[in-house]
Every structure is written in structure tokens, then in C-alpha cells.
């Protein structure tokens, strides 16, 4: 969806819409291209065996594969690093972004 300049991508997970820009942090690649799915996870509670875990909730970049959370923004890999998010409501047939 195009929003003045700029494109965001609007993502259902578990049934709640999300939305952050169509932009990488790494390179500025087209992040809304990139594939939709889970991540593998190594956790102290599971003694750090990998497993396969926040599925449907992770969009990776199509250039480089950086992963990001889609409910937070967050990047799996640089913590620190986070897109922005913008608000979603739907109103009849229309979805409504918040600046």
C-alpha cells in the first residue's frame, strides 16, 4: 500500500494487522517482497537445541535474508535495530493507517 511516498506493507498475523515500511535497514531492499514465515530459536529453557518457533510472525529481506518481527519491528539479528510500526484499524472494507 502506498501512503504518500511512502509503501507499507500491511501483514496478518494470528488475525491482528500490522504495518511497517517496505524497507530494509540493511541495504534498503524491498523488505514486503521477502518471504513470511518463522525463525529457528535456541533458548536456555530448551537447553539452547534449536527449534522452530514465531511462525507466520517473521518477514526475512529478499537481498540479504535480515529477519524482522512483524508485530514489533524488531530485527532478529540487531536487537537494537526496529522499523518503525504504524497502527491498523479496518472500517468496513477500508484499512486505516496511523501516522
Do not use: K
Not at 29 to 58: K, M, N, S
Amino acid at each position: 500500500m502506498r501512503v504518500g511516498r511512502l509503501e507499507i506493507g500491511v501483514f496478518n498475523v494470528g488475525g491482528t494487522l500490522h504495518a511497517l515500511p517496505n524497507i530494509c535497514t540493511h541495504q534498503f531492499g524491498p523488505l514486503c517482497l521477502g518471504h513470511v514465515g518463522g525463525t529457528v530459536l535456541a533458548r536456555a529453557e530448551t537447553g539452547y537445541r534449536f527449534e522452530w518457533g514465531l511462525d507466520g510472525q517473521i518477514i526475512s529481506c529478499p537481498w540479504h535474508g535480515l529477519e524482522f518481527d512483524l508485530t514489533t519491528g524488531r530485527c532478529l539479528a540487531y536487537p537494537r535495530v526496529r522499523l518503525r510500526t504504524y497502527p491498523v484499524r479496518v472500517e468496513g472494507e477500508e484499512i486505516i493507517l496511523t501516522a
